[in-house]
């Protein structure tokens, strides 16, 4: 690895080990792999709290490994073990260690405001330069609101620029919103990293870790997901939901200010 890797390489174990350090180590109670989400369920004092991550689809080829060790026994595993899978090479286990993440995360309505991501944006957005990475649904009618509004995409599409535009556009941007998928595949912490201090940053998605800890990132504010009927999202998952149809199972958008 050259200089930046190695810099990237450690600034990313040390956002991961910290939230992983923040965590209660509840027991497991279940985990759902899903073909396009991953549930992990937790046993805390006050009833099961389930945790969401976008399953990671990419082929890794590994000799001799299994990708999923002990596959039907990982409500034996402790959950922040499970939660340590986050910075695995693996990707099928990121998805699993973000999910982990999001059961074992402690919930806090009072930090809890009544936007959602869309709005945020819009908010923060008008009159200033504009950065969504992630290309999601609402990206058309940002684009149509907010004049130097540009979106970073992995598979661009329409008015869509390359991921590989971010360390050109970020650090000219005020306003930078970055989907949760970046914390699964290892991204974040260098995306963060190309932020101005002053901009303001929103994580968003289901995957998003809704944790204060980002806040000495500098993101102000976390647009994240809670579950409140477990069986049918678990039901949902397992049975190749996309999240519309596990929005409507039983999952609730949440905006969560970060400090």
């Given at each position: 690895m050259?200089?930046?890797?190695?810099?990237?390489?450690?600034?990313?174990?040390?956002?991961?080990?910290?939230?992983?350090?923040?965590?209660?180590?509840?027991?497991?109670?279940?985990?759902?792999?899903?073909?396009?989400?991953?549930?992990?369920?937790?046993?805390?004092?006050?009833?099961?709290?389930?945790?969401?991550?976008?399953?990671l689809?990419?082929?890794?080829h590994?000799?001799?490994?299994?990708?999923?060790?002990?596959?039907?026994?990982?409500?034996?595993?402790?959950?922040?073990?499970?939660?340590?899978?986050?910075?695995s090479?693996?990707?099928?286990?990121?998805?699993?260690?973000?999910?982990?993440?999001?059961?074992?995360?402690?919930?806090d309505?009072?930090?809890?405001?009544?936007?959602?991501?869309?709005g945020?944006?819009?908010?923060?957005?008008?009159?200033?330069?504009?950065?969504?990475?992630?290309?999601?649904?609402?990206?058309?009618?940002?684009?149509?609101?907010?004049?130097?509004?540009?979106?970073?995409?992995?598979?661009?599409?329409?008015?869509?620029?390359?991921?590989?535009?971010?360390?050109?556009?970020?650090?000219?941007?005020?306003?930078?919103?970055?989907?949760?998928?970046?914390?699964?595949?290892?991204?974040?912490?260098?995306?963060?990293?190309?932020?101005?201090?002053?901009?303001?940053?929103?994580?968003?998605?289901?995957?998003t870790?809704l944790?204060?800890?980002?806040?000495d990132?500098?993101?102000?504010?976390?647009?994240?997901?809670?579950?409140?009927?477990?069986?049918?999202?678990?039901?949902?998952?397992?049975?190749?939901?996309?999240?519309?149809?596990?929005?409507?199972a039983?999952?609730?958008?949440?905006?969560?200010?970060?400090?």
């Amino acid at each position: 690895m050259d200089k930046k890797q190695i810099n990237s390489y450690f600034a990313r174990r040390v956002m991961y080990s910290r939230i992983i350090d923040s965590l209660p180590d509840n027991p497991v109670h279940q985990v759902r792999i899903g073909l396009r989400w991953t549930a992990v369920v937790v046993k805390k004092e006050q009833g099961l709290q389930c945790g969401l991550a976008s399953t990671l689809d990419e082929d890794y080829h590994h000799t001799g490994e299994p990708i999923i060790p002990d596959p039907g026994r990982l409500e034996s595993y402790p959950a922040r073990k499970l939660a340590g899978w986050i910075d695995s090479d693996i990707p099928l286990r990121r998805s699993v260690g973000c999910a982990a993440i999001n059961a074992l995360l402690p919930r806090d309505p009072q930090t809890w405001v009544d936007q959602n991501a869309e709005g945020a944006i819009l908010a923060n957005g008008k009159g200033k330069k504009t950065v969504l990475i992630g290309h999601f649904p609402f990206a058309r009618t940002l684009r149509e609101e907010i004049a130097d509004f540009h979106v970073l995409e992995l598979n661009p599409t329409g008015g869509d620029l390359p991921a590989s535009a971010a360390p050109d556009l970020l650090p000219q941007a005020d306003v930078v919103a970055i989907t949760g998928m970046t914390f699964i595949n290892h991204t974040l912490p260098d995306l963060l990293a190309l932020c101005k201090p002053e901009a303001f940053v929103l994580i968003l998605g289901p995957s998003t870790p809704l944790t204060s800890l980002l806040a000495d990132y500098g993101v102000n504010l976390l647009a994240g997901s809670t579950v409140e009927d477990i069986p049918a999202v678990l039901a949902a998952v397992g049975q190749g939901a996309n999240f519309p149809q596990i929005h409507r199972a039983g999952v609730r958008l949440i905006t969560q200010i970060n400090s």
